[in-house]
């Protein structure tokens, strides 16, 4: 450790961490807009600028390191007068539509123009003027919101290892972009949406499909059903000012209900209908039918894509079930209309979602029954959040209330789907259940959690030991993958796309941009401890004991990888 000093105060800390860090520890919030730490450390944006005594320049706090004796400045007038310049200067090619901008009061370039006091801007000249970037269904880009900040590129790459984008062109028609400035739908991008995470600014956002809702809403001539993905009972209370982790279930359903939403459902239901299918498919497997091993779990759309782009080999691999948002929509068109006596063709599935890949998974042509799509609009949490606001609802004064039955029945088992290693540890549940002929003792599976890139575990099954392994971001998920090309076996793996599982989807309240800095994984651990106590204190932790799923088998399905089964809740990928 070293001693030094930032604005007087003396500092000890370990030799090499960066000013910005050092700073940030003592409580002095340096800004900044290119660094996200460990991801983007490049001194790019120069936002971040010091005075360092026996330095004649100033220097960029989040990539100068620090050393005994050192003494740092962080808001002299130079200081505050070179910010403000290179703000000024982003903001004078910068499309100011802060009134009408998707990130307005989320934007971190706003935030910083509020911050340093930016009252006018004294450079003018010329402005990008991009087209919008919005053929696909999943992202819009908007090229005039761009600071060249590389986040985008940092995660996409460092990441998740997709690497969709890089500078392009040169001076001042950089942009940080996909090849040959194409479209998203174009490239390999797998759609997870960590990259509009990462936009500080509103280059990079959600395809919004609020209006659509709005008006399915309004029309008496549909039924409209909700279905929450399990994560957003543990991240919605986050964009109204809530602490992260705090469970708001009873507030996400009273505040659909009012929404005006006809019936208020949840993911978690099909998530065990899911483990149902996808506990049988493994025993199948186990036994040498109905597919290769390892079984990959198949349930994250962004994994799927990168599946398909990156490791197609592994395809037949993939589970056949469908994903537990697509099961839904599935029953509630088929099963669900039947019981109420509905039209399927009059009702609208909306999904409310952590994620931008279901938006893009709903789009696939294997999604639906040729007469209608299973899912017709994926409304983001942040679009849910934007809804409830415009709606004029006050989410923190909303009353508890409980889901519709019976599609809103749920287990623990089907709610922990939302954080990574929950998918293997509610089928493991199941299995074990099923092949030993009588529940476990213990069915917390600590191994399985925690938000290790990677988790292995052994697992006795049908006499014999499996072997399971779990990654979330598709980074991690490579490590895997490659393992399993090597020749090395595994029986089950459970890959998601996005870094903590869903919890931490492209499709999640995005912090501002001091928590923003640590890009850790805490605050996606507290969302994941969240779904791990309402797992706790649920009646029922084990998917095939829910009483709706057990239902539906007796009512409609008959058996789990049955053709009904099949037929509705089971798809192909092709090569
Ligand atoms: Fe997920 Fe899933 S858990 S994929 O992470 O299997 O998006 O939350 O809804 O479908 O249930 C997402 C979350 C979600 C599905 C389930």
């Known amino acids: 450790?070293?001693?030094?000093?930032?604005?007087?105060?003396?500092?000890?800390?370990?030799?090499?961490?960066?000013?910005?860090?050092?700073?940030?520890?003592?409580?002095?919030?340096?800004?900044?807009?290119?660094?996200?730490?460990?991801?983007?450390?490049?001194?790019?944006?120069?936002?971040?600028?010091?005075?360092?005594?026996?330095?004649?320049?100033?220097?960029?706090?989040?990539?100068?390191?620090?050393?005994?004796?050192?003494?740092?400045?962080?808001?002299?007038?130079?200081?505050?007068?070179?910010?403000?310049?290179?703000?000024?200067?982003?903001?004078?090619?910068?499309?100011?539509?802060?009134?009408?901008?998707?990130?307005?009061?989320?934007?971190?370039?706003?935030?910083?123009?509020?911050?340093l006091g930016i009252r006018n801007i004294r450079f003018t000249g010329e402005t990008s003027n991009y087209p919008i970037f919005n053929k696909n269904p999943f992202i819009v880009r908007d090229y005039n919101k761009c600071i060249k900040c590389r986040r985008c590129e940092a995660i996409c790459s460092k990441v998740q290892e997709v690497h969709v984008y890089s500078a392009q062109n040169r001076g001042f028609n950089t942009v940080i972009a996909p090849s040959f400035m194409k479209d998203l739908a174009e490239v390999a991008c797998i759609t997870c949406g960590q990259c509009v995470i990462a936009c500080p600014t509103a280059s990079l956002v959600e395809k919004e499909c609020i209006d659509e809702v709005w008006q399915a809403l309004a029309d008496p001539d549909k039924y409209v059903v909700v279905q929450t993905a399990p994560s957003i009972q543990v991240t919605l209370g986050e964009v109204f000012g809530l602490p992260v982790g705090t469970v708001v279930t009873g507030k996400l359903v009273a505040s659909l209900r009012r929404l005006g939403f006809d019936r208020v459902f949840a993911t978690d239901f099909t998530a065990d209908l899911t483990i149902m299918e996808e506990a049988h498919e493994l025993l199948e497997r186990l036994e040498g039918r109905g597919g290769p091993l390892p079984l990959l779990s198949s349930c994250s759309p962004g994994w799927i894509k990168f599946c398909e782009h990156f490791y197609p080999e592994f395809i037949p691999n993939l589970s056949t079930c469908k994903s537990p948002h697509e099961m839904f929509g599935a029953i509630t068109k088929t099963y669900f209309a039947q019981k109420e006596g509905l039209d399927p063709k009059k009702i609208v599935v909306v999904a409310v979602m952590p994620c931008t890949a279901k938006k893009f998974e709903a789009s696939r042509p294997e999604m639906g029954s040729g007469e209608w799509k299973d899912v017709d609009f994926v409304l983001t949490t942040r679009e849910l959040a934007r809804m409830i606001r415009q709606a004029g609802l006050n989410f923190r004064q909303l009353p508890d209330e409980e889901y519709d039955t019976p599609l809103g029945i749920a287990s623990g088992a089907g709610t922990i789907f939302g954080a990574t290693g929950g998918v293997v540890e509610a089928a493991v549940r199941t299995a074990y259940a099923l092949t030993h002929g009588r529940e476990m003792g213990v069915i917390d599976f600590e191994e399985f959690r925690g938000i290790s890139g990677v988790k292995e575990a052994w697992v006795e099954l049908k006499g014999r030991r499996i072997k399971v392994a779990i990654a979330h971001g598709t980074g991690n998920a490579r490590k895997v993958l490659d393992r399993m090309k090597a020749g090395e076996p595994f029986d089950y793996v459970e890959i998601m796309a996005c870094p903590g599982g869903c919890v931490g989807g492209g499709g999640q309240p995005i912090f501002g941009s001091r928590d923003h800095k640590e890009i850790s994984l805490d605050y996606r651990h507290n969302r994941a401890d969240a779904l791990y106590r309402i797992d706790y204190s649920r009646r029922i932790r084990l998917s095939h004991e829910n009483p709706a799923v057990q239902k539906i088998y007796a009512e409609f399905l008959g058996a789990p990888l049955s053709e009904t089964a099949n037929k509705l809740l089971h798809t192909h990928y092709t090569p």
């Not at 005075?51 to 808001?75: D, M, W």
């Open 1 to 115: 450790k070293v001693r030094f000093w930032i604005d007087g105060r003396e500092v000890v800390a370990e030799e090499g961490i960066s000013v910005l860090e050092a700073a940030h520890r003592v409580g002095i919030e340096i800004p900044s807009l290119c660094y996200l730490k460990n991801i983007n450390e490049i001194g790019a944006c120069r936002v971040c600028m010091v005075e360092i005594e026996g330095s004649k320049n100033l220097q960029a706090a989040c990539v100068y390191p620090v050393s005994a004796g050192l003494k740092v400045r962080t808001s002299t007038p130079r200081v505050l007068r070179a910010r403000r310049t290179v703000v000024e200067l982003l903001l004078s090619d910068h499309h100011r539509e802060c009134t009408n901008c998707i990130r307005n009061l989320n934007c971190e370039l706003q935030h910083l123009a509020d911050t």
